[in-house]
């Protein structure tokens, strides 16, 4: 299937390959310039950021994060990475003289509203956002290109966040992207024959989000199941102290990966095959990234699901007999330490009870906390 964007229409022939910058540039204008320099001729079509505001993502008590500088606290390295939105208005201007296109992940109103000011090319929703419906309803309300990643999901997650969408708008271009949240994700899990299933089941295009560490080999061969839409990240070096870096791709390596693409992307299956295997890619190898077609949580994702996507969660410690309103709540990420809260959909179930017992500032609000035993 296609996927159109920018007055542009995307294949499997020709696919969308979109360098994720994410937060690599550290802050720096000029790393971050360098960043794009590095994309901008070697057949990429689109840069994409993350606008990051830390209380958009994150309970101060989500714990810490391994760096190659130590433990790090979470919560302080996404403050860290905060930046004003001239930031990204001048990263926008210079990566649209480089002619491609330009987007950021988003992670809450502020972070959407601040985008779109930027007039950005299409929208991305990451994969711990996907059930977060009434951010995901925001985004569709823009009327641009909606791309969601879907990794540590099940199928009833992507349907829900597919029909998110379609409850504000039923025509936008919509396409959901593949995706192993494993950092780094093993190539055997990826299961490539999931992508044209995907796009049967949903009726919509279907691309990748790879994670893994070879440059070209999963991406290439998505590309024989459908895939019309290539996401890799890119950082300068993978010494470097970003929170991605560790597994993306290096500029020498990633422009390999967009230069292979643009070689084979219109080849048959057997050609693509053939050339993996002259680029030292067992056959074994190539019969395990394809999988069984069959949707289920990859191996490495599943101590995940329900900890890096989106759950209520106490802001402030509270006692018992107090109200709770939309002020005691956030909706952020649960992640390592903090205890899995519910649906944020049920938010308006839980706003205006009052608490049976004392909780935590983090907590994941629990049923019991409301119910009366």
């Known amino acids: 299937m296609k996927f159109e964007c920018n007055g542009k229409v995307f294949s499997s022939k020709h696919p969308l390959i979109i360098a994720e910058l994410g937060t690599s540039h550290l802050g720096s204008i000029e790393k971050a310039r360098q960043l794009i320099d590095a994309v901008s001729d070697c057949g990429c079509d689109a840069v994409k950021f993350q606008i990051v505001y830390a209380n958009e993502i994150l309970h101060p008590k989500s714990g810490y994060v391994k760096l190659p500088q130590g433990n790090v606290l979470l919560y302080e390295k996404f403050k860290e990475l905060e930046c004003n939105q001239d930031f990204y208005a001048e990263l926008a201007e210079y990566a649209r003289s480089k002619s491609l296109m330009f987007s950021a992940s988003v992670f809450g109103e502020r972070s959407l509203q601040d985008l779109i000011k930027l007039q950005p090319d299409f929208l991305k929703v990451a994969s ?4 977060y419906h009434d951010l995901i309803k925001s985004i569709a309300s823009c009327s641009l290109p909606i791309i969601l990643s879907t990794g540590v999901s099940r199928l009833a997650d992507i349907e829900g966040a597919i029909d998110a969408v379609r409850s504000v708008n039923a025509k936008l271009p919509l396409a ?12 055997t899990e990826y299961n490539l024959l999931l992508i044209e299933n995907l796009s049967r089941i949903f009726g919509i295009p279907v691309g990748l989000s790879d994670h893994s560490m070879h440059p070209f080999f999963v991406p290439l061969l998505s590309l024989s ?49 053939q050339y993996l295997k ?34 209520l969660h106490y802001l402030h410690s509270m006692q018992k007999g107090e109200l709770i309103t939309e002020g005691s709540l956030v909706i952020v990420r649960t992640e390592k330490v903090l205890s899995v809260g519910l649906s944020p959909q049920l938010k308006s179930v839980v706003v205006g009870s009052r608490l049976q017992r004392n909780v935590n500032e983090g907590d994941g609000v629990a049923f019991e906390d409301i119910i009366e035993k």
């Open 128 to 131: 711990p956002e996907l059930n």
């Open 225 to 273: 199941f459908g895939s019309c839409i290539i996401e890799k990240h890119l950082c300068l070096s993978r010494e470097e102290e970003g929170l991605d870096d560790k597994i993306a791709l290096e500029p020498k390596d990633f422009s390999l990966m967009c230069k292979t693409i643009r070689k084979m992307e219109s080849k048959p299956l057997d050609e693509v095959i």
């Open 278 to 311: 002259e680029k030292k890619v067992s056959e074994q190898a190539i019969k395990d990234v394809c999988g069984s077609g069959v949707k289920r949580l990859a191996f490495s994702e599943q101590q995940n699901y329900e900890r890096t996507n989106r759950s």
């Open 176 to 187: 959901i992207l593949h995706c192993i949240t494993s950092y780094p994700a093993p190539e």
